[in-house]
Structures are given as C-alpha cells and as structure tokens.
C-alpha cells in the first residue's frame, strides 16, 4: 500500500505534464474499452445464443474481421502520419473526434439483428457493421495512441499514463461486460439484453464525449513529425523497411501474436465456462470477472515501480511463467472459489502488460533515432495488421475446437464432449501459447538502459526542443 500511495504522490521534473493531464490522456481508453468490450467478446455470445448463428458462422465472421484489420490497419497508419497538423484543427483530436461517432453507431446497429432473419442475412449484416466498426475504430485507436506518445514524451509519464490508462480500461470492460455476465449466463431474456446494452452504449456516448472535449495539441508536439506527400502504397513499401531491421520491433511482435494473443479472448472464455462448465448463475459470474479486476487494481501502480528494477522487457518475461500457469489450472477448476483464485491470478498477471505500451513507445523512439524520422501511425498500423487478426484468429480457434466437440447454439444444455471442448480451449491452448510467446523477448535489445536512453532522446526531441522552438517563433 505504501508504493501505492507513493505512486500518485511523486513529485515530477519542471516541465512534465502534470497529474490532471495524465488523467486526460488515459480517459479516452474507457469508452473505447467498452466498445472493444461489447464487440470481441460479449456479442460473439450474443450472436449464438439469443440469435442462434451457428458458432461456426460466428468463427468465421470473426476470422474476416481479423482479415479487414490485416488490410485496413497500417494504411490507415500511414494515412495517420501524412495528416497534417493545422493549428485550429489538430490533428490526432480532430481523427479521434470524427471516428468516435461512428464507431459508437455501428455498434449500436449490431444489436438488432432478428433471429428469424435467414442465415446469410444475419451472416452479411453482421460483417458488414464489423467492417465499418474496425474502420473508424482503427482510427481512433491509431489516432489515440500515437497523441500519448507526442503528450506525454518520457518513459515515466508514459508508465504513469498508462497505469492509469489501464484503469480506465478496465472500468470501460467492467461496464461493458457486467451486462452479459448478469444477462448471457443462466436464463436469458433477450428484450431486456438489447435495450440493457443499448442504454450501456448510449452511457459510452457521452463517455465520448467528456473523454475527447479536453484534449489540445500544440506546434510543438509535432516538431519534425512527418506529414510529406506523396502515394500511400509508395510510402509504406518504402518506410516497412524500417520495420524490418527493426530487431526489437520484430521481437515485441512475435511475442504479442504468441503470447498476448492468447489472452484476447478471455473475457469470451468465461462466458462459456461460468455458464456451461461451471453452471453458475449471473451473479456469480459478474462477480468472477468484478472481484478479480479489483485485486488487480491494488497491484496495477507496482508493475512501473517494478519495472524499473527489472526493466520493462524481463518484467513481461517474469509474469509470463505464472500467468501461463495459472491458464493451465483453469482446466480442473470446479466450483466457485476455486475459479474466483484462478482467475484472480490471471487479470493480475494479464495487467503486467501495462509496460507494455510504454515499451512499444520505445521501440518508436529507437527507430526515430536509427532513421531520424518518426513513423509512429506505421509502427501502429503495422503492429495492428499483424497484431489484431490474431484476435481473429483465436476466436475461430475456439469456436471452431467447440463445434469439432458438438457445443450446440443456443442449447440450454450442452454434451459432456461440448465441456471437454471449453475446458481445453479456456485453458490449455492459451497456457501453453503465453509461456512460448515469452521466448523471442530474450532477444529483443531494448533492456533497462536502451529504456532510459531513449526516454531522454524523446524528451529532447519532441518536448525540449519544441518548447524552444516555439519560444523564437514567438520572439520573431
């Protein structure tokens, strides 16, 4: 509890954004969390069991998302980075202002999808509102992150932002998923499951809203970011190559398509084991995924503390192990308590990963450094290509190992096979992933003192210099 307190209580250098900004920076996460929330995991259940689209459908549709996100992410990224800043317009706030509208609508429109609509109807009304969901969603998303990156320019405004911004998240989840845990498991009411999730998403609106109105850009955030013309296609062929001599990009990629990539599903995971393999009611399970989130709270401000003891490399590389671990015990878990231990496990050591952004700002830094130009909206496009269909692709994964078992859409009841079926893909599948993703970050050069390098280099180029270079705009 001391380092807790010790977290929010630390002084910060002249010149470094202050406490009220960093809380700012991290607001926009929570309505975005709810959105990605209701999307990858609450309407996969939705969709199966008050639709009743047969889970292999389901899988597939999820597999083409991850495929639209393979097109739409990095040229999107580069379309980012040549958006030019103008001063009354912004530049990352007016994307951010833009894409939330539409996101939060085409979200909306997914609920009401008719079960008595023919299969290839529901099939074509739902890819085509997840397309158009990934499409301002990537935006935004791309958009979000790299204004963090320019805001908050050191490693420890960045790890500070982001334990914050890690909260957020979670409450975002909390509020988008506390309605399919009451509503998705045990008896279903599907009139009251829509109109619930509509005032949810009518609340994220104004989330939106109040998240987005305070954000401000300034000249100097944007001292030596590119914004030249020229093709997209052209462009990125020619900027990729960055991506590739970049060794610890490479690394930190292989390691988030093995190892994080398991975790993505999590929340879909529990669904399905609360409600047929553990048979819990809804209660029960709003409170598997509440209590768990809260543990994790109490921890969430140590994992920077820890990180710089450990940097934020091997501290991924440590929570690795007993997170993997603790997936594995999923598979002979019964009864409540035992899954409420597990799962507590789990969210505590998923959340190491909030280093992991801040890390991810590294490997930008590093490349601005190597080629002396910043290419932040390709690194996270690029990222996102190879990143997010992988959530795609666990989703098929699972619902595919379900239907191979004989799980049955809309079943109150499912076969003793069905639950070997969850017990494997909940557990197992993922355990084993995340303790082989943790491989390739041995070999990734970015380690506690490269971190510090490369936080002052930041610094130097998108806060100091700026500053001065506005100030002799100013004097002239």
Same mark, same amino acid.
């Given at each position: 509890m001391?380092?807790?307190?010790?977290?929010?209580?630390r002084q910060?250098?002249?010149?470094y954004i202050?406490?009220k900004?960093?809380?700012?920076?991290?607001f926009?996460?929570m309505p975005?969390?709810i959105?990605?929330g209701?999307?990858?995991s609450?309407?996969?259940?939705?969709?199966?069991?008050i639709?009743?689209?047969d889970?292999?459908?389901?899988?597939?549709i999820?597999?083409?998302?991850?495929?639209?996100?393979?097109?739409?992410d990095p040229?999107?990224?580069?379309?980012?980075?040549?958006?030019?800043?103008?001063?009354?317009?912004?530049?990352?706030?007016?994307l951010?202002?833009?894409?939330?509208p539409?996101t939060?609508?085409?979200?909306?429109a997914?609920?009401?999808?008719?079960?008595?609509?023919p299969?290839?109807?529901?099939?074509g009304?739902l890819?085509?509102?997840l397309?158009i969901?990934?499409?301002?969603?990537?935006?935004?998303?791309i958009?979000?992150?790299?204004?963090?990156?320019v805001?908050?320019a050191?490693?420890e405004?960045?790890?500070?932002?982001?334990v914050i911004h890690?909260?957020?998240?979670?409450l975002g989840a909390?509020l988008?998923?506390i309605?399919?845990?009451?509503?998705l498991?045990?008896?279903?009411?599907?009139?009251?499951v829509?109109v619930?999730?509509?005032?949810v998403?009518?609340?994220?609106?104004l989330?939106?809203?109040?998240a987005?109105?305070?954000l401000k850009e300034?000249?100097?955030?944007?001292?030596?970011i590119?914004t030249?013309e020229?093709?997209?296609?052209?462009q990125?062929k020619?900027?990729?190559?960055?991506?590739?001599?970049s060794?610890?990009?490479?690394?930190?990629?292989?390691?988030q398509i093995?190892?994080r990539?398991?975790?993505?599903?999590?929340?879909?995971q529990l669904?399905?084991?609360?409600?047929?393999?553990?048979g819990?009611?809804?209660?029960?399970?709003?409170?598997?995924d509440?209590?768990?989130?809260?543990?994790?709270?109490?921890?969430?401000?140590?994992?920077?503390?820890?990180?710089?003891?450990?940097?934020?490399?091997?501290?991924?590389? #440590?929570?690795?192990?007993?997170?993997?671990?603790s997936?594995m015990?999923l598979?002979?878990v019964?009864?409540?308590?035992?899954?409420?231990?597990?799962?507590?496990?789990?969210?505590v050591?998923?959340?190491?990963?909030?280093?992991?952004?801040?890390l991810f700002?590294a490997?930008?830094?590093?490349?601005?450094?190597?080629?002396?130009t910043?290419?932040?909206?390709?690194?996270?496009?690029?990222?996102?290509?190879?990143?997010?269909?992988?959530?795609?692709?666990?989703?098929?994964i699972?619902?595919?190992i379900?239907?191979?078992?004989g799980f049955?859409?809309?079943?109150?009841?499912q076969?003793?096979?069905?639950i070997f079926?969850?017990r494997m893909?909940?557990?197992?599948?993922p355990?084993?992933?995340?303790?082989l993703?943790?491989i390739p970050?041995?070999?990734?050069?970015?380690?506690?003192?490269?971190e510090?390098?490369?936080?002052?280099f930041?610094?130097?180029?998108?806060r #100091?210099n700026?500053?001065?270079?506005a100030g002799?705009?100013?004097?002239e």
């Open positions: 001391k380092q807790t307190k010790g977290f929010w209580s910060k250098a002249e010149g202050t406490n900004q960093k809380f700012q920076l991290a926009p996460q975005l969390a959105s990605n209701l999307i990858h609450a309407y996969i259940k939705f969709y199966t069991d639709i009743g689209l889970i292999e459908y389901v899988g597939i999820w597999l083409l998302f991850g495929i639209w996100n393979a097109v739409n040229m999107m990224g580069v379309f980012i980075d040549r958006f030019k800043y103008k001063p009354k317009r912004g530049k990352y706030t007016y951010l202002k833009v894409t939330a539409i939060v609508l085409s979200s909306a997914m609920l009401y999808a008719q079960p008595g609509w299969t290839w109807l529901i099939f009304f890819t085509i509102l397309f969901f990934d499409t301002t969603q990537t935006g935004y998303s958009s979000y992150g790299n204004y963090i990156l805001a908050a050191s490693n405004e960045r790890l500070d932002v982001s890690m909260y957020a998240g979670q909390f988008s998923m309605i399919p845990t009451l509503l498991v045990g008896d279903v009411n599907p009139t009251l829509v619930l999730f509509t005032a998403i009518l609340v994220n609106s989330l939106y809203y109040f987005l109105k305070p300034s000249p100097a955030m944007f001292r030596d590119r030249d020229g093709k997209l296609v052209e990125l020619r900027d990729a190559k960055s991506l590739i001599k060794r610890p990009f490479v690394a930190y990629l292989i390691y093995i190892g990539g398991a975790t993505i599903i999590l929340f879909t669904l399905y084991m609360a409600d047929h393999v553990l819990m009611k809804g209660i029960q399970t709003t409170l598997l509440v209590v768990p989130g809260l543990v994790m709270f109490l921890f969430l401000p140590l994992f920077p503390r820890i990180s710089k003891i450990t940097g934020m490399r091997n501290l991924l590389i #440590l929570a690795s192990i007993p997170l993997g671990l997936y015990a598979y002979f019964n009864g409540f308590w035992p899954a409420m231990l597990v799962y507590i496990f789990i969210i050591f998923t959340n190491v990963n909030v280093v992991g952004g801040p700002g490997i930008i830094d590093e490349d601005e450094r190597r080629t002396g910043r290419k932040a909206g390709l690194f996270t496009g690029m990222n996102a290509l190879l990143t997010i269909p992988v959530g795609g692709l666990h989703t098929m699972f619902t595919s379900l239907a191979f078992y049955a859409s809309g079943a109150g009841e076969s003793e096979t069905a079926g969850i893909a909940s557990s197992f599948l355990g084993i992933l995340i303790i993703g943790m970050l041995f070999f990734m050069s970015i380690n506690k003192k490269v510090a390098e490369l936080s002052d930041s610094v130097h180029m998108h #100091l700026g500053e001065r270079h002799k705009e100013d004097e």
